[in-house]
DNA sequence: GGCATATAGTTGTTTATACAACTATCCAAA
DNA sequence: TTTGGATAGTTGTATAAACAACTATATGCC
């Protein structure tokens, strides 16, 4: 039996994402008033570097679920940042290894703060338990669509 | 006290809206299969028309969340497809109103099966009380950050 | 009536996404 | 050892988003 309990409304916003879009608005602001000149994609890629540098673009690409080109040019315009470096692999010479500058190391406590600051303000005023099951719901979503 | 009870991971998917990127490419291939040449903010766009056709291109921008140069832009092409029509106002020589041609109105109930059937798919084995909770938490979200 | 201000929409620019087509390299099987 | 298929990354093209700057029209106040 479908799961079928959306009035039509309330479909427009799930499918939009309205939540997220709003979320990532508010990040940028703080990124922007705070002088980082990062967007959002391009952090987005910085997080996963910032946990692990060193890795592929394909891997950069699994991480953040963009395809090859996407990944491509965010990286093309970090370069042009600054903030990484492409290395070729020894081992493979298909492969683009990813490192940090000094500099884009220097960015990740402040935007990591920004980023918690930004979903402590979401979820202000939301219970833990509710939160906890939202969490669980879009994990599932994700897993049936992808 | 914040609501700080995310692991690293978790606070990225929320932010990057990991789901709801999900539903819409869905949604997306779904279109294209169906042979509807339509993209996903060309039918958000649409949604709201074929609630209420002749309305103004800001209202446009308030329902959909978008700014005014996204709508002018997303009206120029649906008016390309020959899905819209802009006609000025009698009243506010400012004002578009925008409405549906017939080819677009033969679409919607294709376009919102389709739309229905990727939400379905989504939330194939979530109970639905827990659909519930995650909507409350995404329009609290909303709220929090508009 | 005339002017300041607000509102509706457009245009320019930069960044990002998706898809298709492409190059370079690797690997495995004949 | 060659060759065919897979994998990593790039480039071209269309669509879209965000921001700033702009034009045109309306409105309210003197």
Redesign the interface.
């Known amino acids: 039996m479908?799961?079928?309990?959306?009035k039509?409304g309330?479909?427009?916003?799930?499918?939009?994402?309205?939540?997220?879009?709003?979320?990532?608005?508010?990040?940028q602001k703080k990124f922007n008033a705070a002088g980082l000149h990062i967007t959002?994609e391009q952090w987005?890629v910085l997080?996963h570097l910032w946990?692990q540098e060193g890795i592929s673009q394909q891997e950069l690409c699994n991480a953040?679920?963009r395809d090859k080109p996407s990944i491509t040019r965010l990286v093309d315009n970090l370069e042009k940042l600054n903030l990484v470096k492409r290395v070729a692999s020894d081992n493979d010479r298909r492969i683009n290894l990813i490192y940090l500058t000094r500099q884009a190391q220097k960015l990740q406590e402040e935007a990591m703060t920004l980023?918690?600051e930004?979903?402590?303000?979401?979820?202000?005023?939301?219970p833990?338990d509710?939160?906890?099951?939202?969490?669980?719901?879009?994990?599932?979503?994700?897993d049936?669509?992808?």
Chains 1, 2 share one sequence.
Do not use: H, W
Request: aromatic share 10%; with cysteine; charged share 25%.
């Open positions: 479908p799961n079928n309990q959306f039509k309330e479909l427009y916003s799930f499918i939009t994402g309205k939540a997220s879009t709003a979320i990532a608005r508010r990040l959002i987005s997080y946990k953040t679920f980023a918690e930004t979903l402590n303000e979401a979820l202000e005023t939301v833990p509710k939160v906890d099951v939202c969490k669980e719901v879009l994990q599932i979503v994700y049936n669509l992808k």
